[in-house]
């Protein structure tokens, strides 16, 4: 049985080529799903903390997430009804007219480590779509990424058809992005804002407990 080492340096350093084999290596071999899903937060926590002290970039990270996406597929069919989606469900996405989504790549890594079951939406997402996507799958929290100034105010646009549609009520949104403010994004409605994958965790955490 491996003790997953090559996993977490994969993760680590970006090489998502192989993840996924090594992955479907460490399930052949018998390593428990629990703990490939522990290894695999661990190289994720080692990227934040690079990332926090500057010996990381964005195109650094975007990798990693890739790798943690990558790595999910291969787990999902052995911990359906397990370690997935444990935490709760997310639906997120990028703003409509807006194709960035590095930021919200991310976040999704991240999200996905942690234990929680994440449906992105993509880049360029209407607020209609927004509101089917809360309708069909019921999550405890959406995610509204926004990365110009020009596309930022589509956060309140979401918020207020979440209202019209009596959706509101029924989830917790968290916003975030480059132009994005705690304070803008508050007057925009949102319950809380997150600049970073690391912040939108302990965010998502604390908004499922007080859902």
């Known amino acids: 049985m491996s003790d997953c080492s090559n996993l977490v340096e994969k993760v680590i350093e970006g090489d998502w080529k192989e993840i996924g084999k090594l992955t479907q290596d460490e399930i052949d071999c018998g390593t ?4 490939i899903i522990s290894q695999l937060q661990h190289g994720m926590e080692v990227v934040g903390e690079k ?3 500057g010996e990381y970039f964005l195109p650094d990270m975007m990798k990693s997430a890739r790798c943690m996406s990558l790595a999910f ?17 997310v639906v997120i996405g990028t703003v409509k007219s807006d194709m960035h989504d590095i ?11 942690v234990g929680f079951e994440v449906i992105d939406l993509g880049a360029d997402v209407s607020e ?4 089917e996507e809360v309708m069909r799958h019921q999550p405890d929290i959406l995610g509204l990424s926004s990365l110009l ?3 930022m105010h589509q956060i309140g646009v979401v918020i207020k058809k979440l209202e019209e549609t009596g959706l509101r009520s029924r989830v917790k949104v968290i916003a975030g992005g480059a132009p994005v403010t705690q304070k803008f994004a508050l007057s925009m409605g949102a319950d809380a804002y997150a600049e970073d994958g690391g912040e939108a965790v302990k965010i998502c ?3 499922v407990k007080q859902s």
Request: charged share 30%; proline share 4%.
């Open 103 to 113: 930021g919200k790549n991310i976040v999704t890594g991240f999200l996905k480590g």
């Open 205 to 207: 955490k604390q908004l």
């Open 73 to 89: 597929e291969v787990l999902k069919p052995v911990v359906e009804g397990g370690s997935f989606g444990k935490l709760g469900k």
């Open 32 to 35: 428990k799903p629990e703990e």
């Open 149 to 151: 100034t020009t596309t």
């Open 51 to 53: 990332y926090s002290t």
């Open 128 to 131: 209609d779509r927004f509101a």
